[in-house]
């Protein structure tokens, strides 16, 4: 063999080697970013063949996802401005489509479609649509973010004000306070969702809890928290065996709602509700009376209903 | 393949390879080093001469320094864009630059019989290649450091003048910034070696094109990779997987979603993608000194 070929061959095989021990680095490139190189991942941020043929894909081609997703933000924006806020959907779902990073797109996108286009319906179904629309929204929100927890707080805060189901809502504050840097009044919100379902047995725990965080006397967020926590843990303890009171509490929680024009929404099967046919208002399932009105259980429809605002009696804050 | 055992097998190979002709390369890589510096430095001045490399710089920092005029936007969204747009300008003009200096480098020479002179003197013709190539390096490096000053003044100039709100305050991100321009450097430094690699086999148009079709390629290798996963026909499968493996990864070293979005970053994740970066050009090198080689000048 001649020296010429010889050494061609030996660059060859230099070049194989160099190759395969490049291979264990693109193994572990591809083990610390799954948002952009595991294929497993449901939402991943290149997503340019699911968006359709629109100029972003084209940016997107070149790696340019983030900026097609700012000028499409822009876009919102304006059409925002301009009041067209059907037309905002297919905008925002190409926002988060080309950038799944992008956390305020999401919260918009969820808030939009919970929020305002719910309140924009003018059929109890669609209402219920939309509702359940921004849920699913920052579900997908919360899994392209699963180490966010302004995501994760956002889709308990829509469960909680909004679909009014504190229970799973109570989930999602207690994921989102587990990571660093989440604000005390999650803390707060995790248990606030069994204050006003009267769910003592999580209430104790949730309030032992957000007791015990955010403890740094240096810090004023932390020491106002410690204030607001400790006077709500005080008054559970002095009115847990005072039904009065949890009457008064579940009708107060109507009433904001009400007020604010966000009537319950049962669905026909509705674990944790039932519509007593009596006040009209709802109540928690699994209890002996209706926690408002205190009639026998026996009473209670199992139809579920979807009483209107106007149900709810006038003088509830009086009892 | 098991990664562990790739590795093992590539380290047993090099290190054979090496000693095999460690009396050739040892005495070479003396010699090439002053060499290589001087073809650099003559790269580096005919670059200085151009005068349209110095006028996209100034165009690229005029855009940045335009991109301030989102003051309708929140602090939060401003920040945002301004570092999303910034490092996609310096991304979309580094590559630019990056196409139309390496594409030309030998191909000019060659054309203009420069070269001539150049290999009659003690210079082998890997030497040119890297000499060549180390040349485009330092100016590619001076034009993306002057690009990522005035972004990092840009936000520094804007944190003084916006004012935070309660729930959406301005971030600069710097670090994030600086490291996300320095791997964009080396994605661009990745691009330029294959680009070389190109042009000493093809006219300057063919590396042109190859060159853009690399760069939307290698930046979608996630995608490629995606597809190859799930193709159906083995066909389609082993041609993505193809495409893969011999396409740079540039997505390795684009970390612009991660910063605009003040996600967490994996620094030594980067780091990784330069070590595979640097082994992917060192291949990529190699090949296009032996073609060099094998060329009729």
């Given at each position: 063999m001649s020296s010429g070929r010889s050494r061609k061959l030996i660059l060859g095989f230099l070049m194989v080697g160099i190759l395969l021990m490049l291979v264990p680095v693109q193994d572990r490139i591809h083990r610390a970013r799954p948002q952009v190189f595991?294929?497993?991942?449901?939402?991943?941020?290149?997503?340019a063949i699911s968006v359709g043929p629109t100029p972003a894909v084209i940016a997107a081609l070149g790696g340019f996802r983030t900026v097609a997703a700012d000028l499409l933000w822009l876009k919102a924006e304006r059409v925002w401005d301009g009041g067209s806020w059907w037309a905002m959907l297919p905008i925002l779902d190409a926002v988060t489509e080309l950038d799944p990073q992008f956390v305020l797109a999401w919260q918009v996108y969820g808030w939009h479609a919970a929020y305002n286009l719910h309140a924009e319906s003018e059929t109890i179904v669609d209402k219920r649509y939309w509702l359940d629309r921004g849920v699913t929204i920052l579900e997908k929100a919360v899994e392209a973010n699963p180490d966010n927890w302004e995501m994760i707080f956002e889709l308990g805060w829509t469960l909680y004000d909004?679909?009014?189901?504190p229970w799973r809502a109570s989930e999602y504050f207690y994921r989102a306070d587990?990571?660093?840097?989440?604000?005390s009044y999650v803390s707060r919100l995790y248990y606030r969702c069994f204050e006003g379902v009267l769910d003592f047995e999580r209430l104790f725990p949730a309030l032992e809890y957000a007791k015990g965080?955010?403890?740094?006397?240096?810090?004023s967020d932390d020491v106002q928290h410690q204030v607001i926590a400790n006077r709500d843990y005080d008054w559970w303890v002095q009115h847990k065996d005072d039904p009065q009171e949890h009457r008064r509490q579940i009708v107060l929680e109507n009433t904001k709602r009400a007020e604010r024009s966000v009537p319950f929404y049962l669905y026909?099967?509705?674990p944790y509700w039932q519509v007593c046919p009596i006040c009209g208002l709802p109540s928690p399932k699994g209890s002996d009376v209706c926690s408002v009105c205190g009639a026998p259980v026996k009473q209670l429809s199992e139809r579920a209903g979807r009483p209107s605002p106007a149900s709810i009696p006038p003088d509830r804050t009086e009892l | 393949m098991n990664p562990q055992l790739a590795f093992l097998i590539g380290l047993f190979i090099v290190i054979v390879a090496l000693v095999l002709t460690r009396r050739q390369w040892a005495p070479a890589a003396v010699h090439a080093v002053p060499s290589v510096w001087r073809i650099a430095k003559i790269t580096v001045a005919e670059a200085r001469r151009r005068r349209v490399i110095q006028a996209v710089v100034i165009l690229v920092v005029l855009i940045l320094i335009s991109?301030?005029?989102?003051?309708?936007?929140?602090p939060q969204e401003q920040s945002r864009m301004l570092i999303s747009g910034g490092l996609a300008a310096i991304t979309v003009f580094g590559i630019l630059l990056a196409i139309f200096i390496a594409a030309f480098l030998i191909p000019q020479e060659l054309e203009s019989r420069t070269v001539y002179a150049i290999l009659a003197k003690p210079v082998r013709r890997f030497e040119f290649v890297l000499g060549k190539y180390v040349g485009a390096l330092i100016i590619l490096a001076a034009i993306v450091a002057t690009m990522t000053v005035v972004l990092v003044g840009v936000l520094m100039l804007q944190d003084s003048l916006v004012q935070d709100l309660p729930d959406s305050a301005f971030n600069p991100n710097l670090k994030g910034v600086v490291f996300a321009a320095i791997m964009n450097y080396f994605a661009i430094a990745v691009l330029t070696g294959l680009i070389i690699l190109i042009s000493t086999v093809a006219s300057t148009t063919m590396t042109v094109i190859s060159a853009f079709i690399i760069w939307a390629v290698g930046s979608l290798q996630s995608t490629i990779s995606d597809l190859a996963a799930h193709a159906e026909l083995p066909v389609t499968k082993a041609l993505l997987t193809v495409v893969y493996l011999i396409v740079p990864k540039l997505e390795n070293f684009d970390f612009r979603n991660e910063v605009s979005n003040f996600v967490p970053i994996s620094y030594g994740t980067g780091w990784e993608a330069v070590i595979q970066g640097i082994g992917y050009t060192a291949v990529v090198l190699i090949l296009a000194s032996i073609f060099f080689n094998d060329r009729q000048v």
């Open positions: 595991d294929p497993d991942r449901k939402i991943k941020r290149v997503s909004r679909a009014h189901e587990q990571f660093p840097g989440a604000k965080r955010h403890t740094d006397p240096n810090v026909p099967d509705d | 991109m301030t005029f989102f003051s309708y936007l929140s």
